[in-house]
């Protein structure tokens, strides 16, 4: 080979691996790949790893990696205190101590705010670093080695220079590869680029060597981005629903194979693709169309690895009753075709009609009573009989490796042996969690549940890719391994807001303030979340400059599920085109195969929406009901889609329609200043979601409600008895309350549902436990605190209504106060129970002025006035249900202010909150970092993610008083 020049090319994605591969081909003169090698840069790092005779056994994967990092957040004060109330926060932060590894930034250089995150920091990189010695690395330990690496394999393969294609940036561990490969041998680094301030961004605080060359994908885009659009070049449409999103795009892209183009000319790209996942093959394959892509699927897609998960939560929760049902439906091979759909359809039926819900106990017993001997009755039995045996061995294991053998021996003999070579993988991962274990230095026994969801995270990790050959069909790709990949078409679906450009909410273990001041003082590529919209914008450039003839953007209305979805704010400022270009101001296409008059009729109104002339032309073509819907249709797109309105009627504002009720609860006000639109549903609509309770369950509040009986019950005989008396010493009283405590807890227990504590007693008596060391820490604490002074009258569970004044006008506020405490001092006590760890929360003053903390306020108010002469204050009476959890003793605090300064400080949100009543408008609130939104039942209605609503809300004088509030806005 001597005189050819041995050249590496190095690629971002295996798309522009493909892609530079075929260009060197039809480049060639001699039509063979001559001094050139191709690889990624993962296979980069591998190549250049095995240099260093260093053995990779194994690579962590996710699950490994968030298994690890909560182990070594143990005992790391706060933090390890979140993670062990909220384990599934290991995800959130595996992924931000993955952002520093990958960057490249030390645990010393964090800040001192961010000191429980260093140590967890430090005990990764020690725990990691024992991981290595025996061989097991994570992605970013296999390029650290692979530096070491990288200079003996390029002299040993003999390169004279290396080019690097399709990355627009790098995350520090391949950065810093390719700088170690940069000291050896010349290397170009083409950025893909249209002249974008982010990649001038990019380039300008650039950490390494080597320097980024701009370059562009094609050299004759179909889009100019300095002049006008050429005829048919740019095309926008919408769908329905992501389903018919893609059916128009099947029908077009048959229409360009059918014209001559080549379908690995096509592409068709989503920022994610998982929205389209269900109909892809059904509706490209339904066409004929032959297709390559990038999207990867959970393994669970498959029956056979679901059925897998199924057993591993029969056995790890003891018998549950749906996993039990799911498992019998599975077990076709080892039952046999005669017997098997029998079980699956008794398993059914007896978990249902005797309402089993787990336990092998109440199997058996739900058989007996339920079930006529029958071959599927005994085979029945002797399922569940092996899961038993199988929950007790695997529940003993000693370690996690003991765990996954005795779980594959079951899974083999109740799905054949092949079944279980399928998921060997999985369970190898299980077992390397022992590895995992010894090196975060953690030696205590395993427990089941965690045994539980090692196999969940096991059996839900793996992924396949069932499109990814290549064979020249048309590629539907991501956005990020479209880039850098040259088209003739492009169809780029999928153009929604939330998705171009994402809604990434903040790291909650490190901000972006943290993580912009270490990448300005450190010059490390540290993610930042704030970013995202930019780089998202030049990503969607990017694309658009890739393609040579044509390009269609689609948006779908509402998405699988039915929720509206708004189109993309990029749409309105395209990039890359023509600056200012604004599409949604110009015709929008449907593709919805409706009858041709109707979709004609409609594309008319989107086109003539401006033009109320050539409206009632369209309209009086049509019959007169017809003409009346659609008039009526394009009144409501017109308002929903303005930016400026006079009235909202689209955004809650409702005016006098609706009665509203003479007096509000605290509780009622306290939502309409956290969510007035959620306050209209739930409070005032009476929209309650429909959440249906087991009769065998507990209801959220339960607990709550039990200890709130519990205390009136024991206050009350406190009082009566004369105990609560001035001069009684507090530990005669506390010994008379700690007597009370079983008392009042036997007579409330009554009112429980029995069938709770008949069903599950060991539960109901570790409720029943939890419950009465909450009222002995809270006793133990108020008594002091009352005696001090003595109480002369005590009121429980006192109904109250008053007249409170609200800006210039007043509320009528009424509801049931926990407790009215009148003290030998003159005092009056006006407290509320909380039973959460949120201590503060109830007498914030910013969240009182803000609106969103005015229970204990308004009670306080409402009995002050009512006895406008006595020295009123309120105060948060804190049962938190495990004390124990509180070591810094911050309950221990109390939590009071007087009503004066409650009046001062609520004076402002009660004046905007009354506003809103009197005007009748319930608009929704971002407030940030949006935690009213978690779980709320109204998304779908919702309209914080419409970002004309918003436009329309910011504009409008009719709440400025309520989105003056601090920290409240439109």
Same mark, same amino acid.
């Given at each position: 080979?001597?005189?050819?020049?041995?050249?590496?090319?190095?690629?971002?994605?295996?798309?522009?691996?493909?892609?530079?591969?075929?260009?060197? !081909?039809?480049?060639?003169?001699?039509?063979?790949?001559?001094?050139?090698?191709?690889?990624?840069?993962?296979?980069?790092?591998?190549?250049?790893?095995?240099?260093?005779?260093?053995?990779?056994?194994?690579?962590?994967?996710?699950?490994?990696?968030?298994?690890?990092v909560?182990?070594?957040a143990? @005992?790391?004060?706060?933090?390890?205190?979140?993670?062990?109330?909220?384990?599934?926060?290991?995800?959130?932060?595996?992924?931000?101590?993955?952002?520093?590894r990958?960057?490249?930034?030390?645990?010393?250089?964090?800040?001192?705010?961010?000191?429980?995150?260093a140590?967890?920091?430090?005990?990764?990189?020690?725990?990691?670093?024992?991981?290595?010695?025996?061989?097991?690395?994570?992605?970013?330990?296999?390029?650290?080695?692979?530096?070491?690496?990288?200079?003996?394999?390029?002299?040993r393969?003999?390169?004279?220079?290396?080019?690097?294609?399709?990355?627009?940036?790098?995350?520090?561990?391949?950065?810093?590869?390719?700088?170690?490969a940069?000291e050896?041998?010349?290397?170009?680094?083409?950025?893909?680029?249209?002249?974008?301030?982010?990649?001038?961004?990019?380039?300008?605080?650039?950490?390494?060597s080597?320097?980024?060359?701009?370059?562009?994908?094609?050299?004759?885009?179909? !889009?100019?981005?300095?002049?006008?659009?050429?005829?048919?070049?740019?095309v926008?449409?919408?769908?329905?629903?992501?389903?018919?999103?893609?059916?128009?795009?099947?029908?077009?892209?048959?229409?360009?194979?059918?014209?001559?183009?080549?379908?690995?000319?096509?592409?068709?790209?989503?920022?994610?693709?998982?929205?389209?996942?269900?109909w892809?093959?059904?509706?490209?394959?339904?066409?004929?169309i032959?297709?390559?892509?990038?999207?990867?699927?959970?393994?669970?897609?498959?029956?056979?690895?679901?059925?897998?998960?199924?057993?591993?939560?029969?056995?790890?929760?003891?018998?549950?009753?749906?996993?039990?049902?799911r498992?019998?439906?599975?077990?076709?091979?080892?039952?046999?075709?005669?017997?098997?759909?029998?079980?699956?359809?008794?398993?059914?039926?007896?978990? *249902?009609?005797?309402?089993?819900?787990?336990?092998?106990?109440?199997?058996?017993?739900?058989?007996?009573? !339920?079930?006529?001997?029958?071959?599927?009755?005994?085979?029945?039995?002797?399922?569940?009989?092996?899961?038993?045996?199988?929950?007790?061995?695997?529940?003993?294991? *000693?370690?996690?490796?003991?765990?996954?053998?005795?779980?594959?021996?079951l899974?083999?003999?109740?799905?054949?042996?092949?079944?279980?070579?399928?998921?060997?993988?999985s369970?190898?991962?299980?077992?390397?969690?022992?590895?995992v274990?010894?090196?975060?230095?953690?030696?205590e026994?395993?427990?089941?549940?965690?045994?539980?969801?090692?196999?969940?995270?096991?059996?839900?990790?793996?992924?396949?890719?069932?499109?990814?050959?290549?064979? @020249?069909g048309?590629?539907?790709?991501?956005?990020?391994?479209?880039?850098?990949?040259p088209?003739?078409?492009?169809?780029?679906i999928?153009?929604?807001?939330?998705?171009?450009?994402?809604?990434l909410?903040?790291?909650?273990f490190?901000?972006?303030?943290?993580?912009?001041?270490?990448?300005?003082?450190?010059? *490390?590529?540290?993610?930042?979340?704030?970013?995202?919209a930019?780089?998202? *914008?030049?990503l969607?450039?990017?694309?658009?400059?890739?393609?040579?003839?044509r390009?269609?953007?689609s948006?779908?209305?509402?998405?699988?599920?039915?929720?509206?979805?708004?189109?993309?704010?990029?749409?309105?400022?395209?990039?890359?085109?023509?600056?200012?270009?604004?599409?949604?101001?110009?015709e929008?296409?449907?593709?919805?195969?409706?009858?041709?008059e109707?979709?004609?009729?409609?594309?008319?109104?989107?086109?003539?929406?401006?033009?109320?002339?050539?409206?009632?032309?369209?309209?009086a073509?049509?019959?007169?009901?017809?003409?009346?819907?659609?008039?009526?249709?394009?009144?409501?797109?017109?308002h929903?889609?303005?930016?400026?309105?006079?009235?909202?009627?689209?955004?809650?504002?409702?005016?006098?329609?609706?009665?509203?009720? #003479?007096?509000?609860?605290?509780?009622?006000?306290?939502?309409?200043?956290?969510?007035?639109?959620?306050?209209?549903?739930?409070?005032?609509?009476?929209?309650?979601?429909?959440?249906?309770?087991?009769?065998?369950?507990?209801?959220?509040?339960?607990?709550?409600?039990?200890?709130?009986?519990?205390?009136?019950?024991?206050?009350?005989?406190?009082?009566?008895?004369?105990?609560?008396?001035?001069?009684?010493?507090?530990?005669?009283?506390?010994?008379?309350?700690?007597?009370?405590?079983?008392?009042?807890?036997?007579?409330?227990?009554?009112?429980?549902?029995?069938?709770?504590?008949?069903?599950?007693?060991?539960?109901?008596a570790?409720?029943?436990?939890?419950?009465?060391?909450?009222?002995?820490?809270?006793?133990?604490?108020?008594?002091e605190?009352?005696?001090?002074?003595?109480?002369?009258?005590?009121?429980?569970?006192?109904?109250?209504?008053?007249?409170v004044?609200?800006?210039?006008?007043?509320?009528?506020?009424?509801?049931?106060?926990?407790?009215?405490?009148?003290?030998?001092?003159?005092?009056?006590?006006?407290?509320?129970?909380?039973?959460?760890?949120?201590?503060?929360?109830?007498l914030?003053? !910013?969240?009182?002025?803000?609106?969103?903390?005015?229970?204990?306020?308004?009670?306080?108010?409402?009995?002050?006035?009512?006895?406008?002469?006595?020295?009123?204050?309120?105060?948060?009476?804190?049962?938190?249900?495990?004390?124990?959890?509180?070591?810094?003793r911050?309950r221990?605090?109390?939590?009071?202010?007087?009503? #004066?300064?409650?009046?001062?400080?609520?004076?402002?949100?009660?004046?905007?909150?009354?506003?809103?009543?009197?005007?009748?408008?319930?608009?929704?609130?971002?407030?940030?970092?949006?935690?009213?939104?978690?779980?709320?039942?109204?998304t779908?209605?919702?309209?914080?993610?419409?970002?004309?609503?918003?436009?329309?809300?910011?504009?409008?004088?009719?709440?400025?008083?309520?989105?003056?509030?601090?920290?409240?806005?439109?």
């Amino acid at each position: 080979m001597s005189g050819v020049e041995r050249v590496l090319e190095i690629a971002a994605s295996t798309r522009v691996l493909r892609e530079r591969r075929l260009r060197a !081909l039809d480049d060639s003169p001699a039509g063979a790949l001559l001094g050139r090698e191709f690889v990624t840069f993962r296979g980069l790092a591998e190549r250049c790893a095995a240099e260093t005779d260093t053995p990779v056994r194994a690579l962590l994967d996710a699950a490994e990696m968030t298994e690890l990092v909560a182990l070594c957040a143990r @005992g790391k004060g706060a933090l390890g205190e979140r993670l062990r109330d909220r384990p599934r926060l290991a995800t959130a932060l595996a992924a931000t101590l993955r952002d520093l590894r990958d960057a490249g930034v030390p645990p010393n250089e964090l800040p001192a705010s961010a000191s429980d995150l260093a140590a967890t920091y430090s005990a990764l990189e020690r725990a990691l670093e024992r991981l290595e010695k025996g061989g097991v690395f994570d992605r970013v330990g296999l390029f650290r080695l692979a530096r070491r690496g990288a200079r003996d394999y390029l002299a040993r393969r003999g390169f004279a220079r290396i080019e690097v294609h399709g990355a627009t940036e790098l995350v520090g561990s391949v950065g810093d590869l390719l700088d170690a490969a940069a000291e050896s041998l010349p290397l170009r680094f083409l950025q893909p680029d249209f002249g974008s301030p982010w990649a001038e961004r990019l380039r300008a605080e650039w950490p390494w060597s080597f320097r980024p060359e701009a370059t562009e994908v094609v050299g004759d885009p179909a !889009l100019d981005p300095d002049g006008e659009i050429p005829p048919g070049a740019l095309v926008v449409r919408r769908a329905r629903s992501p389903r018919g999103e893609l059916e128009g795009v099947a029908r077009e892209v048959l229409e360009r194979i059918a014209s001559g183009t080549p379908p690995s000319d096509i592409q068709i790209v989503a920022r994610s693709l998982e929205p389209y996942a269900p109909w892809l093959e059904q509706i490209l394959g339904g066409y004929g169309i032959p297709l390559t892509s990038s999207l990867r699927v959970p393994a669970l897609a498959w029956p056979k690895r679901r059925a897998w998960l199924d057993l591993a939560q029969a056995v790890t929760r003891d018998l549950e009753r749906a996993a039990v049902v799911r498992v019998a439906q599975s077990l076709g091979s080892s039952l046999g075709e005669r017997l098997a759909p029998g079980v699956a359809a008794l398993a059914e039926r007896v978990a *249902r009609k005797g309402a089993v819900l787990r336990g092998e106990r109440d199997w058996h017993a739900a058989l007996r009573v !339920l079930a006529t001997p029958s071959p599927e009755m005994a085979a029945l039995e002797r399922v569940i009989a092996r899961l038993a045996t199988a929950a007790a061995e695997i529940g003993g294991a *000693r370690d996690f490796a003991a765990a996954a053998g005795a779980f594959r021996e079951l899974g083999a003999e109740l799905f054949g042996r092949a079944s279980a070579e399928e998921v060997g993988d999985s369970l190898e991962s299980v077992a390397r969690l022992d590895l995992v274990r010894a090196a975060a230095h953690v030696a205590e026994p395993l427990h089941l549940d965690e045994i539980g969801r090692a196999f969940d995270a096991a059996l839900r990790e793996p992924t396949s890719a069932p499109f990814a050959e290549d064979a @020249g069909g048309v590629r539907v790709l991501d956005a990020i391994q479209a880039r850098a990949v040259p088209c003739r078409h492009l169809f780029a679906i999928g153009l929604v807001h939330g998705a171009w450009p994402r809604g990434l909410s903040e790291d909650p273990f490190l901000s972006d303030a943290v993580r912009l001041a270490l990448r300005a003082r450190l010059r *490390r590529p540290v993610p930042v979340r704030t970013l995202v919209a930019d780089e998202d *914008r030049f990503l969607l450039g990017l694309l658009l400059s890739q393609a040579r003839e044509r390009v269609v953007l689609s948006w779908a209305e509402s998405d699988s599920s039915g929720r509206a979805q708004s189109p993309s704010a990029l749409l309105h400022t395209l990039p890359f085109v023509a600056p200012g270009t604004n599409l949604l101001a110009q015709e929008t296409e449907a593709w919805e195969a409706a009858a041709p008059e109707l979709l004609r009729t409609a594309d008319a109104l989107c086109a003539a929406t401006g033009n109320p002339q050539e409206l009632e032309q369209i309209a009086a073509r049509l019959p007169a009901p017809d003409a009346e819907t659609l008039r009526a249709g394009l009144e409501l797109v017109r308002h929903v889609d303005a930016l400026r309105a006079e009235s909202l009627p689209y955004d809650a504002e409702v005016g006098g329609a609706l009665a509203l009720p #003479t007096a509000f609860s605290p509780s009622q006000l306290e939502l309409l200043g956290q969510c007035p639109l959620r306050a209209f549903f739930a409070r005032l609509l009476g929209a309650n979601p429909l959440e249906p309770l087991s009769p065998d369950e507990l209801e959220a509040n339960e607990a709550g409600d039990f200890v709130h009986d519990a205390l009136e019950a024991i206050y009350g005989d406190l009082f009566a008895g004369g105990t609560l008396a001035a001069g009684t010493p507090p530990g005669v009283a506390l010994a008379r309350a700690r007597a009370l405590v079983p008392e009042a807890l036997d007579r409330i227990e009554a009112r429980q549902r029995a069938r709770v504590r008949e069903r599950h007693p060991t539960a109901w008596a570790a409720f029943r436990a939890t419950i009465a060391r909450a009222l002995l820490d809270f006793l133990e604490r108020d008594l002091e605190s009352l005696l001090e002074h003595g109480v002369t009258a005590l009121d429980t569970e006192s109904d109250v209504e008053a007249r409170v004044r609200a800006g210039d006008g007043s509320l009528v506020v009424k509801g049931t106060i926990d407790r009215i405490a009148r003290l030998a001092n003159g005092e009056i006590r006006v407290g509320d129970y909380k039973t959460s760890r949120q201590f503060d929360r109830p007498l914030n003053a !910013l969240g009182i002025a803000r609106g969103t903390a005015l229970q204990i306020p308004l009670y306080t108010l409402a009995v002050a006035a009512r006895e406008p002469d006595a020295e009123v204050r309120g105060e948060t009476l804190t049962v938190p249900l495990r004390p124990e959890r509180d070591r810094d003793r911050d309950r221990d605090e109390e939590r009071y202010v007087s009503a #004066t300064e409650l009046e001062r400080l609520s004076r402002r949100a009660l004046a905007a909150l009354a506003e809103l009543l009197r005007v009748g408008f319930f608009p929704t609130s971002n407030r940030p970092p949006d935690k009213a939104c978690r779980g709320c039942p109204y998304t779908v209605a919702c309209r914080v993610q419409h970002p004309q609503s918003a436009a329309r809300i910011a504009t409008h004088d009719s709440a400025s008083a309520y989105f003056d509030l601090p920290g409240v806005k439109a």
